[in-house]
Every structure is written in C-alpha cells, then in structure tokens.
C-alpha cells in the first residue's frame, strides 16, 4: 500500500487547527505537513510557511515531501469576504485553482475542498434543504464556493480526479477563536458565558441556521475521505447536517449553566448573510452513499463546549442549576 504524505492548507484556522491534529493521530507526524500564510504555535507537527498563491513555493513543497493528498482549507470567510471582495475572489478561487493544477500536474492522487452552506441563497428551499438545489448565494464567499464545487466537479471528470467535498454547517469548537465568519457567534457566545460577560449579539434572536460541533465535523471529514472512491458518487459537496438552533435557543440552554447570563441582540451587516442562507439540511445522500451519521445532540454540544471552555478558563466542571 502506498504511503500517505498529507498536506494541509490553512492549518491555523478553526477546522485546520483541528484537523491536522486528528490526521498526525491517524497517519503519524511524519505523514503530515501543516502549512498556513503564517507561523502556526498550536501544532505539533511539521509546519512550513506556505502562501496558496505563490505557486513556485508550492510545487517544491509537494516534491520535497512527496505528497500525496491535499486537504484545501486556506480560504477567507464570510463576514471577512464582504469587506474586500477581490482579494476573497483571489485567495478563494484562484488559491484553489492552484491547488487542483498542481494536484493534476504532480500525481496528487486524493483532494478535499471544504464547501459551505453559503452556497444557497434566496431562491434556495430554506427548510430541510435538498442535495441539489438552486444555488444563488449573496455573498462573494458563498460565490467562491458554488464556482469551487464547479471547479472540483470538472477536473473529477475531466482529469479523472479524485476530489471530495463537504457543504460545511456553522462550526461550534472549543479550540479556537472566531475567524470571521457568520455563523461565529455560535462560538463567542460560549466565551463570554464562561468569562461571566454579557454577550452582543450580531443577530436577531429568532434567526434559524444550520450548525454542527467541531467533533462531528472533522468525523465527516475523515468518513468522507477515507471512504472507499466508488462510494463518493457526488463530485461537489456533500450536504451534511446534526441540529440548526437560534441565537435565543442557545442563549437558553447556556442559562441553564450560568443563570445569570444576559444578551443583547443589535443585528449588523451580517444578519443579511445569515437571512440568505437555509435553516435546515437534508443530508440522506452522505447518509446513504458513505454512511455519515453524527454523534452530537445540541445539548451534548453545549455540555460539552462548557466543560472544555471552563476548563481553559480553568474555572472547573460546570453544573446544570
């Protein structure tokens, strides 16, 4: 069997950071290479400096270190997209161009690309959204990643590729902060619970959206990618669900651990995003072609979210009032 040398882009982001732990547990520290744009100090692995664009730097990278799979997760998100759209334009699109042509050029034989709920839109079913449906997304990010499963959906069947994908929910994770995306509040608020602050809101109360814990995520990831290639009969993203919630549902459930706990919603610019985006997922095809199923309930996510946090915050277990 061939030895699997992994790189991973953007290992300092919040499913990166994670992510590249799970994969040196799994493949060994000497089969995976982190790389991000900028020095990364929570990673006990290899690292290298690696700019997406710079494409020179990164053909040598992939031959020093023989790689054989790239999981793609250098990206900029959502909130942060709206304020240069351009420059997201680039690094979202043109990044993962570079990745899927070095991939065809250097016999790189496995590929993830990490899609988004950002892909529906207005005219997108919002509740119990389908595989496929109509995508017009708002955003430039949402944008980037309908033209990416495009992209990936082409070079799979043009050069025979092996190129997997997840529709990604919001992300809930205890390891690292917000990075900029719209479903972020669904971490910050954990935060400002734990630390005993009043928590504002960007959203209005009653805003519906899908999310998922960071455990389960990365579950999906690995499920998907070490699944058997005739299994994986979609060549764009999969949809993958757990729960959707509101703002007022998870301020509610945390107040179950800290009474005492106040919010104050005042919606900004990306309520907008999120009143585009879907409530509800409907994953049967990840279910049925390579068994996804996840293992967190909402409340097992906020129980578990408090217990990591306070730790961190060393302020011990918490208990339900």
């Given at each position: 069997?061939?030895?699997?040398?992994?790189?991973?882009?953007?290992?300092?982001?919040?499913?990166?950071?994670?992510?590249?732990?799970?994969?040196?547990?799994?493949?060994?520290?000497?089969?995976?290479?982190?790389?991000?744009?900028?020095?990364?100090?929570?990673?006990?692995?290899?690292?290298?400096?690696?700019?997406?664009?710079?494409?020179?730097h990164f053909k040598?990278?992939?031959?020093?270190?023989?790689?054989?799979?790239?999981?793609?997760?250098?990206?900029?998100?959502?909130?942060?997209?709206?304020?240069?759209?351009?420059?997201?334009?680039?690094?979202?699109?043109?990044?993962?161009?570079?990745?899927?042509?070095?991939?065809?050029?250097?016999?790189?034989?496995k590929i993830f690309f990490p899609s988004s709920i950002a892909v529906f839109g207005e005219t997108t079913p919002k509740l119990n959204t389908a595989q496929d449906v109509p995508l017009l997304p708002d955003t430039v990010y949402g944008i980037g990643k309908v033209t990416g499963e495009l992209w990936c959906n082409?070079?799979?069947?043009r050069y025979d590729m092996d190129i997997r994908s997840l529709r990604y929910p919001g992300i809930i994770g205890y390891q690292s902060l917000p990075g900029g995306g719209t479903t972020d509040y669904a971490v910050d608020i954990f935060h400002k619970a734990v630390k005993h602050e009043k928590y504002n809101c960007f959203l209005e109360k009653d805003t519906m959206m899908p999310m998922m814990y960071m455990d389960d995520a990365i579950h999906a990831t690995i499920m998907l990618m070490e699944a058997p290639k005739e299994k994986i009969k979609l060549k764009y993203g999969y949809n993958i669900a757990a729960f959707s919630f509101t703002p007022e549902d998870i301020y509610l459930e945390i107040k179950k651990y800290y009474p005492d706990f106040e919010i104050e919603y005042n919606p900004d610019f990306r309520q907008k995003i999120a009143d585009s985006w879907v409530k509800s997922i409907d994953d049967s095809k990840a279910r049925e072609d390579w068994a996804w199923k996840p293992e967190y309930t909402f409340e097992h996510m906020v129980e578990s979210m408090i217990r990591h946090l306070r730790a961190i915050y060393k302020e011990g277990e918490p208990t339900l009032s």
């Open positions: 069997m061939q030895k699997e040398n992994i790189l991973i882009t953007g290992s300092n982001g919040q499913i990166g950071t994670v992510l590249s732990q799970k994969l040196i547990e799994i493949y060994g520290y000497d089969n995976v290479l982190t790389t991000d744009i900028g020095h990364i100090d929570n990673i006990h692995g290899r690292f290298e400096k690696l700019d997406i664009m710079d494409v020179g040598e990278i992939i031959h020093k270190y023989r790689i054989t799979q790239i999981y793609h997760l250098a990206s900029l998100l959502s909130a942060k997209g709206e304020k240069d759209p351009m420059f997201t334009w680039n690094i979202n699109l043109n990044g993962l161009l570079n990745v899927l042509n070095l991939a065809k050029d250097n016999n790189i034989n082409y070079y799979s069947k």
